[in-house]
C-alpha cells in the first residue's frame, strides 16, 4: 500500500507561482510513476506532470515550460512547482502513484485558485 498526502495549495494571483508537495509513504519500492493530475469544475481529470522511478518527466502541452516535477532523492516527497500561473490553472491537484502492477494511488487532492 502507498499514501498520499498533498499539501501547498492555494489562492494566488494571475502571473503568481506556487509550490505542491505530496508527501508518500507506505511501499514506496513498489512505485513506478509518480505525478499530478488536475480536475476543473465540469470537466475530467487530466494529467499534469509525470516521474518515472528514474527520473524520466512529462508534462501537458498546457504546463510546459511553466511547472517542474520533482521529487527528494529519498522519493519520499514529489514536488510540483507552478509559475506564471493562469485562471485556467484552477482546478482540485491530485498526487497520483502507480506501481509496477499498475495498481493506482491517489491522494485527496488540494485546491488550487488562481484568481485576481
Known amino acids: 500500500q502507498v499514501q498520499l498526502v498533498e499539501s501547498g495549495g492555494g489562492l494566488v494571483q494571475p502571473g503568481g507561482s506556487l509550490r505542491l508537495s505530496c508527501a508518500v509513504s507506505g511501499n514506496i519500492i513498489s512505485i513506478a510513476v509518480m505525478g499530478w493530475y488536475r480536475q476543473a469544475p465540469g470537466k475530467q481529470r487530466e494529467p499534469v506532470a509525470t516521474?518515472?522511478?528514474?527520473?524520466?518527466?512529462n508534462y501537458t502541452d498546457s504546463v510546459k515550460g511553466r511547472s517542474t516535477i520533482s521529487r527528494t532523492n529519498a522519493k519520499d516527497t514529489v514536488y510540483l512547482q507552478m509559475n506564471s500561473l493562469k485562471p485556467e490553472d484552477t482546478a482540485v491537484y491530485y498526487c497520483?502513484?502507480?506501481?509496477?502492477?499498475?495498481?493506482?494511488?491517489w491522494g485527496q487532492g488540494t485546491q488550487v485558485t488562481v484568481s485576481s
Open positions: 516521474i518515472t522511478r528514474t527520473g524520466i518527466t
Open positions: 497520483h502513484a502507480r506501481n509496477y502492477a499498475s495498481v493506482p494511488y
